[in-house]
């Protein structure tokens, strides 16, 4: 059985709608998405995070309905982080921790994860998800020592702090990148999907390009596949997108560690974002069946697509 690593962070979230209404106490961060995302295919995966104490009342039930392993988990923070996440009507939001700026400093100056935290986790795995930028002579050494499939999703901070061309030598060093539309715009300096395509196509590194709730772009090989956003239910009973594009990022890693060809790959992470969005946080019941219902709706989108 193969095994997958996750590694990032959990943020459990407080979410103000643009309509107002707050849902609090939900499971959160794009680890942990990303996390889930990965779950939706692989049975062995590990999940590496630097967490507080409290970290089993909010996730403890969610870990071991699912029979998670908690052994990538480094418990060095006095709490999880805990965020205020405000939606704007443009889909744009903005977050902030509840327990105040000084807590969130210091639970970032406390949680950075390190190539030492990531190396017992990697001996024998397929793939790796994270948004975390890593020392690169150090991680490059690891990645060549242990063998796995490197999936980062892009930030923007590292284009603010360090400029395109740190950002353009960090994507060298993985096997398959993501980013979102906003963030292609502003890194490559267009204002349209089929700009900011040629880009990456010229970068020649495999990309899951997201585009919000028009799908994705899976860009590889020469070759681009779209996927449109995937309803696994009537639209009217998806309730929450948070999380949908990094649980999408890390079920693309998966299915690319897979061998799957393009247009599924795209397909995939536009179905695992399908059952992300059916709740608020990620999906509670992980199991064989759930596994089985996403298999076979990912089968089903890439026929359709397939026959036009």
């Given amino acids: 059985m193969k095994k997958y690593v996750t590694a990032g962070s959990v943020i459990t979230n407080r979410i103000i709608f643009t309509d107002k209404r707050v849902m609090d106490r939900i499971m959160g961060g794009h680890g942990l998405y990303a996390h889930e995302g990965v779950c939706f295919g692989a049975e062995n995966a590990v999940f590496i995070s630097a967490v507080g104490k409290d970290f089993d009342e909010y996730y403890g039930r969610w870990f071991d309905q699912n029979s998670m392993t908690r052994e990538g988990l480094k418990f060095c923070l006095d709490r999880c982080n805990y965020n205020e996440l405000v939606y704007f009507p443009d889909g744009q939001y903005k977050e902030y921790s509840i327990y105040g700026p000084e807590e969130e400093v210091k639970n970032r100056a406390a949680g950075v994860l390190t190539c030492d935290d990531l190396a017992p986790h990697l ?13 690169a002579a150090e991680f490059r050494a690891l990645k060549d020592r242990c063998g796995f499939k490197y999936m980062w999703e892009y930030g923007p901070q ?18 398959i990148y993501s980013l979102n539309r906003p963030e292609s715009f502003a890194l490559f300096g267009v204002e349209s999907e089929e700009a900011a395509i040629a880009e990456i196509k010229n970068l020649g590194k495999p990309c ?4 919000g709730s028009k799908g994705a772009y899976m860009v590889m090989d020469g070759e681009t596949a779209f ?37 599924m790959i795209c397909v995939w992470g536009n179905v695992v974002a399908g059952f992300n969005a059916m709740q608020y946080g990620p999906r509670l019941d992980l199991t064989a069946e759930t596994r089985r219902l996403a298999k076979a709706k990912a089968e089903e989108v890439y026929k359709e697509i397939k026959r036009g």
Wanted: charged letters at 20%.
């Fill in 208 to 211: 899951y390009y997201r585009v």
């Fill in 158 to 175: 590292l284009l603010r702090e360090k400029g395109r061309d740190a950002v353009m030598d960090y994507i060298s060093l993985t096997d």
């Fill in 123 to 135: 001996e024998g795995a397929a793939g790796l998800y994270t948004m975390v930028q890593f020392p």
């Fill in 227 to 263: 996927v449109p956003v995937v309803h696994v239910a009537p639209k009217e009973q998806e309730v929450d997108p948070t999380g949908c594009g990094n649980s999408s990022t890390g079920a693309a890693m998966w299915a690319f560690s897979e061998g799957f060809d393009p247009l």
